[in-house]
């Protein structure tokens, strides 16, 4: 399971943190870089459409002048993501943008086209498109995509149904290319345990809204850190795409988090000029499933280092129980 140089070689922790819709922007994407995880945002996010140049600019211009300083611990690579379903009226200009700026990772989400991953592949940029079934994954990399973003049960914001173990499993069945999990990850140990499971990275989204960083309102993060997994409702209703969002913020917003209905998916709309369910997410907070781990507000640095603190940890933990296993089968041997 080989990740091409730019995923492989500038990591110091194995984690893409995932493009969060409103919240992601330069100020996350540079700390998360900085911090040595691949740091992403929506191309939707920079509005009106003409400051995702000067987004992509700043963060490049800062990327490059932080590794011209820290020779010895250089930025990761940062990634742009984008819907390339066919409501979002804004694709060819946010690919023309990306493209200019040459992001090193490109994500794409709802759909998968080989026009855009040939624009991606033009300048040597990455693929990775997320997907929450096998038959997804298949057409993805049947249309040019380099790798996969398992997006499993339990992550926030668009997810899947299927457990993590499942999905890993059938795509690695005919799948060796990069593929990073996404699902209830929030600390270290749940790191190593995608990787146990198949995986090559893992893909965080929800422990990064609650750090200094993002563009979220302070209520929300106050809300993650006081929530747990079973403060997490999945619908349809807000976007026409299933996802995992905040019980407290539905409540808040006067709905019955029990008793949600069913939305028609063809009223999606991710375009330039938004509708009512687009505005739906400054109200209704995404949100995963393993935010018990959330404890405190950090800065992204700061949540890097303690996942990477654990992350090390496990390891450890992993390699004393293996020694030990393996002393009591020698022991038994003789």
Known sequence: MALPPVLRDRLRLPVIGS?????????LVIAQCKAGIVGS??????????????????ITEELAAWDRDHPDTPSAPFAVNHIVHKTNDRLEHDIEMSTKWK????????????????????????????????????????????GLIAVAAGAGGHAGQLSPFALVQEIREWFDGPVALSGSIANGHAILG?????????????AFIATEEANADPAYKDMIVASAGDDIVYSNLFTGVHGNYLKPSIIAAGLDPNDLP?????????????????KAWRDIWGCGQGIGAVKHVPTAGELVARLSSEYEAAKAQLAAKTSLTAGKA?????
């Open 19 to 27: 493009p969060l819709f409103i919240i992601s922007g330069p100020d």
């Open 194 to 206: 995608a990787q146990a499971m198949g995986a090559d990275l893992a893909y965080i989204g929800s």
């Open 103 to 146: 992001a090193p990772v490109v994500i794409t989400s709802l759909g998968a086209r080989e026009d855009v991953n040939a624009a991606v592949h033009s300048y040597g940029g990455v693929v990775l498109h997320d997907i929450i079934n096998d038959r997804f994954a298949r057409k993805a990399v049947e249309k040019g995509a380099d």
């Open 41 to 58: 945002f929506p191309a939707l996010n920079a509005r009106p459409a003409s400051l995702l140049d000067e987004w992509l600019h700043r």
């Open 330 to 334: 020698l022991l038994a041997a003789e």
């Open 262 to 278: 069913q939305s028609d998916p063809s009223r999606m709309n991710f375009g330039s000029g938004g509708n009512q369910k687009a």
